[in-house]
């Protein structure tokens, strides 16, 4: 193989990395953020909640969850305007990793609430509380404890699954590995170096949230 | 301009969708069996083994199967050799379902008690035939729900094959969508038609993880 | 030459020396009972012996086999050198005549007839022949700690050791499985085994072994041992005065 490594591009390309980096920091904060909200609501809804909600929510979740990311991003950006819906490509991305996520977590989350002891309801029930004061109190926080780690690693796996969000245009990592190879044709070392970027950003993700899971549930009486 | 009904979209969505299929099946076949290497490596009795299989595994797992896809594309040309996208799009599939179904199995195993390795270890086995008489034939039952679920990520991870140009069922609804401009119905259509093949594949896979949980608790 | 020689043995995990020092001698047909508190190292020592744990010092030796740490050294000795378990570690996934058959093929290469052959006479031995097609859960904990018991017999071991083999079974079970374990010794067995069962090893037992923090405290004939206990700690432990 007589093919030279080159990496000079990257002096002069870096700002659009960093760019790049901190698009897709951000369509993972929000899409972590508002996903896991949305997952805990369908989550409650599917396991709780009232009986006309539920198939509904089922249905939500396991279209998402048949379905490839890619194609619900191409019909949230490129389908929904026929219905008069017009959106940004950062906003068609968070909208997409939202929705993608809320489906994700919810099953996770789902997981976790029935794994719960039947006695946890009914020490509940015994105080007066409601089923949903119940859920709040008493379930959720267990549960989620329970779960943080899949949920972990479900928020990495869609970090990284957003890197497809550069196919609408929207300006994150991989879109300005895109960029960067067909300005200085170096294919090859512009995605190895986005890969690694992206490696990077998975650990800490990772280690991000297993603080931010300690944090959340500080000694806490598990399972 | 030639009109398009919904069965010229169909149709064209449908028999993209055998690609989809074959890329599907092969993915989850060569992945099946580099995962196998892979697995045997991960609790190989050799640290370097082990610790070459783990960082693998990281790799394929830490970073997105679209790079892996780019440098699979991009890299395999730098051998001087016209990669076509089928190749690629299959060579980086197969690496990247090893690390899935690997760490998959990887479990697995591990959730075999400890008395079945020592049992087999005191009748005088070795590790080969400890994993292919004992572990394995009892791993295997339990591997099975998760690694049905896991064929539902190889296809809808196909998808992404479209990106570098493989003509499965994604590509075929950008080509058409520019055809008719009918975004709505394409995206549509393909959603289902992705339904159609996922959706069996994760509703078997938990049937047989209930029917699996109750014949644990029978026990 | 005896036929166990265990010298100078000593096993650490990690900072934590569990063995200091052990010497034991068996002779062929002896039955030794070895007795001590939890956590002073019973099992180490026979998982030793058996090769399922690496000694940091000393040696073992069954019937010349050395315990070295490679797999054809171990499997010289594990061919010698039978283990039974508190948990039976039956194979779940095969029948009881396919756990007795296994490893009869698939380490001594012996035929698949010659084997079942073998296994219709172990399970025979231990009571169990009816069950040959059963599989491990449809029986109860003392049919399934017998079926280990063929299971070990099966390989023709020159010794067998026993790790509390009756401590996982109800009560009423505890009976059959050592009045097997009676019957091997009438026969000339060489067991070790780590038992709570006094009884049995005053009436069974050639030299009970007691061991104390990591050491053969005091080893002598059941009589000596229970009735004239000679350490303050073994007269707690038996809890005399
Ligand atoms: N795999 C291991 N790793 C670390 N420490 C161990 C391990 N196995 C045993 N130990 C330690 O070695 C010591 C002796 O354990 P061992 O199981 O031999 O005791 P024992 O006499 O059999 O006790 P018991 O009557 O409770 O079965 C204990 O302190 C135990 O914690
Ligand atoms: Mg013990």
Redesign the interface.
């Known amino acids: 193989m007589s093919y030279h490594f080159e990496f000079n591009w990257l002096a002069q390309y870096y700002p659009e990395i960093v760019k790049g980096i901190g698009i897709t920091l951000q369509l993972i904060l929000i899409g972590a953020v508002l996903g896991i909200a949305l997952g805990i609501a369908c989550a409650w809804a599917r396991a709780l909640g009232p009986a006309w909600l539920k198939p509904i929510v089922a249905t939500y979740v396991e279209l998402i969850r048949n379905t490839p990311f890619l194609i619900q991003l191409f019909f949230i950006f490129f389908g929904l305007p026929s219905l008069g819906l017009q959106l940004g490509e950062l906003q068609a991305a968070n909208i997409a990793m939202v929705v993608n996520l809320g489906a994700y977590s919810c099953e996770i989350i789902r997981a976790g609430i029935q794994s719960t002891a039947k006695g946890q309801f009914e020490a509940g029930a015994s105080l007066a509380m409601t089923p949903f004061e119940t859920f709040r109190h008493v379930v959720l926080v267990p549960s989620l404890q329970r779960i943080w780690p899949a949920l972990s690693s479900q928020v990495v796996i869609v970090m990284l699954g957003s890197s497809v969000v550069s196919q609408i245009a929207a300006e994150d990592l991989t879109f300005a590995a895109n960029f960067i190879q067909s300005r200085t044709f170096r294919a090859f070392e512009a995605y190895m170096v986005s890969t690694a970027i992206y490696l990077i950003l998975a650990i800490l993700l990772r280690q991000a949230l297993a603080v931010i899971g300690s944090f959340i549930f500080p000694r806490r009486a598990a399972r | 301009m030639t009109e398009f009904t919904l069965w010229d979209i169909l149709r064209n969505l449908l028999l993209a969708t055998r690609w989809t299929i074959v890329l599907s099946l092969v993915s989850f076949v060569g992945g099946g069996a580099v995962g196998l290497l892979l697995l045997f490596a991960r609790i190989s009795a050799r640290k370097a083994v082990r610790v070459f299989a783990r960082c693998y595994i990281e790799l394929f797992q830490g970073t997105p199967l679209l790079m892996q896809l780019f440098i699979a594309f991009f890299g395999l040309g730098l051998f001087g050799i016209a990669v076509p996208a089928w190749l690629a799009a299959g060579v980086a599939l197969i690496l990247w379902a090893a690390s899935f179904l690997a760490e998959i199995w990887r479990g697995c195993v591990e959730a075999i008690a400890k008395g079945q390795w020592e049992a087999s270890a005191s009748l005088g086995m070795g590790r080969l035939q400890q994993m292919r008489y004992v572990i394995l034939p009892q791993a295997m039952r339990i591997a099975i729900p998760p690694t049905v679920g896991f064929s539902v990520q190889v296809i809808k991870g196909t998808a992404l094959t479209s990106i570098i140009g493989f003509v499965e069922l994604s590509k075929a609804g950008t080509v058409v969508t520019n055809a008719t401009f009918q975004p709505f119905t394409v995206y549509g259509l393909v959603a289902l038609i992705y339904f159609a093949l996922c959706w069996p594949l994760s509703k078997s896979s938990q049937i047989l993880e209930r029917k699996l949980n109750v014949a644990h608790r029978n026990h | 030459m005896s036929l166990i020689e265990i010298t100078e043995v000593r096993k650490s995990f990690g900072p934590n020396e569990v063995l200091k020092g052990i010497n034991l001698d068996v002779e062929p047909g002896e039955v030794i009972a070895i007795i001590g508190k939890s956590g002073s190292g019973k099992s180490t020592l026979l998982r030793c012996i058996?090769?399922?744990e690496m000694i940091s010092g000393g040696s073992i030796s069954v019937a010349g086999a050395q315990l070295l740490d490679d797999?054809l050294h171990?499997?010289t000795l594990?061919?010698k050198v039978?283990?039974i378990?508190q948990?039976?570690?039956?194979?779940?996934?095969l029948t009881v005549g396919g756990n007795v058959i296994?490893?009869q093929t698939?380490?001594?290469k012996t035929a698949a007839k010659t084997a079942e052959a073998m296994a219709r006479k172990m399970l025979d031995r231990v009571g169990l022949g009816h069950k040959f097609d059963a599989y491990p859960?449809e029986l109860s904990g003392g049919q399934q700690q017998r079926v280990?018991i063929a299971?070990?017999l099966a390989?023709e071991p020159i010794a067998l050791l026993c790790d509390e083999i009756t401590s996982a079974l109800d009560p009423e079970l505890v009976a059959e499985v050592l009045a097997v374990v009676r019957e091997l010794a009438a026969e000339g067995m060489t067991l070790l085994m780590v038992t709570h069962e006094m009884k049995f090893a005053r009436d069974v037992c050639s030299r009970v072994v007691f061991m104390h923090q990591g050491r053969v405290h005091e080893i002598g004939p059941p009589g000596e041992v229970f009735s004239n206990p000679q350490t303050p700690e073994l007269k707690q432990f038996l809890g005399v005065h």
Do not use: E, T, Y
Request: proline share 4%.
């Open positions: 058996n090769g399922l797999q171990l499997k594990r061919l039978g283990m378990f948990q039976f570690n039956l194979f779940p996934h296994l490893s698939v380490v001594k859960d280990a299971r070990a390989m």
